[in-house]
């Protein structure tokens, strides 16, 4: 019946849909590993065929008032501060209700994203490498609940998403360094799992090949963005009998370790080393020498997405939501941590 709303979805309408038991129901949604696997297939297509989400629909429609779920993984990250302040910025600006949910709270990442989407939320801003786990966002998908992937390397069509571009920010980086004449420079990797360290890797790699500049494998080591791999990871470089005289960090974390471990040895900074980051976090700016860097606005990025989130779970109860990549700018921050090479 045009211009007439559908009654909401209840648990119990699933679940009879689906002919589980609504315990079944809620088992699936929090993601729990002892349902088995044709369970779980009836009761997600059910969630998809009738559209069902936790009191969302209704909570919006009744109070006007839209709830955006914010995850972050890393409760260590520098980044998390601004992340969290650009969240909360916006939110107030626009009137919509945050729930802040940390992953490490939960058994797995699908359980956290599981609580926010019984909470009632309309829409779920994913950091890394949440923004990049299919199964998260099938799972959200599955829920009706709208996602955006906040700082992926990798967006997707179809999915709305705040992100930079990683491997021009690794390349300006990059050639930093070696305009200032340096020729042996390494590289610490971020973690894996986030598709933001290939996209740099190949950002650093790429215009390492463009200025004929070859790079040793034991000059490319494995971080994971956490300060004590970077500590691991800069004691490999600079233990080597033929050392870099410069060392780009996939992150700030990463880099402030380098430059630790690099006083610790009595090596100078830069006279002797330079090094780059990328983030430009507040640990940039805090140890000494201070770090030259990648700067991404955080912050602002952290408020675009919650201003689309909220936009995206408002035109779900009114309409077709309208779903838009954006990419935002970054700029090389020069420090005191490079400088040319030691003649």
């Known amino acids: 019946m045009s211009g007439q709303r559908r009654p ?3 648990l119990y309408d699933v679940a009879k849909h689906a002919g589980v038991s609504s315990m079944t129901v809620s088992r699936v949604i929090n993601d729990y590993a002892f349902i088995s696997e044709t369970a779980r297939a009836k009761v997600l297509k059910s969630i998809a065929e009738l559209g069902y989400r936790p009191n969302a629909v209704a909570r919006a429609t009744r109070t006007g008032v839209v709830q955006v779920g914010v995850l972050y993984s890393n409760p260590n990250s520098s980044n998390l501060s601004a992340y969290l302040m650009g969240a909360f910025r916006k939110a107030g600006e626009i009137g919509c209700q945050l729930l802040i949910e940390p992953t490490a709270a939960h058994p797995t990442s699908a359980r ?12 779920v801003v994913l950091p890394p490498p949440l923004c990049d786990d299919a199964k998260i966002l099938k799972l959200l998908a599955a829920a009706g609940v709208e ?3 906040f700082a992926t390397a990798k967006p997707l069509s179809g999915v709305t998403s705040v992100a930079i571009d990683d491997f021009a920010g690794a390349a300006m ?11 042996d420079i390494a590289f610490v990797r971020g973690d894996p799992l986030h598709s933001t360290s290939a996209r740099r890797e190949e950002g650093f790699r790429a215009t390492m090949a ?9 000059y490319v080591v494995d971080g994971a963005f956490t300060y004590r791999s970077g500590l691991t990871a800069a004691s490999q470089l600079l233990g080597q009998r033929r050392r870099p005289s410069a060392i780009f960090a996939s992150n700030d974390d990463m880099a402030a370790a380098v430059s630790a471990v690099a006083h610790g040895m009595g090596i100078a900074v830069p006279s ?5 980051g ?3 976090t507040p640990v940039a700016s805090t140890i000494w020498p201070q770090l030259t860097t990648i700067h991404q606005p955080i912050a602002d990025m952290a408020a675009t997405a919650v201003d689309l989130a909220a936009g995206l779970a408002r035109r779900d109860v009114e309409g077709d939501p309208a779903r838009k990549q954006v990419l935002a700018e970054l700029t090389l921050v020069v420090r005191q941590s ?6």
């Open 8 to 10: 909401s979805v209840t």
């Open 278 to 280: 990328f983030d430009d």
């Open 112 to 123: 956290a994203v599981a609580k926010l989407i019984e909470a009632g939320v309309g829409a």
């Open 338 to 343: 490079t400088a040319p090479p030691a003649s």
């Open 272 to 276: 002797e080393l330079s090094i780059g």
């Open 147 to 149: 996602a955006v992937s």
């Open 173 to 183: 980086m990059t050639r930093h360094l070696i305009e200032l004449g340096h020729v």
């Open 210 to 218: 463009e200025a004929g500049l070859a790079v040793p494998e034991a």
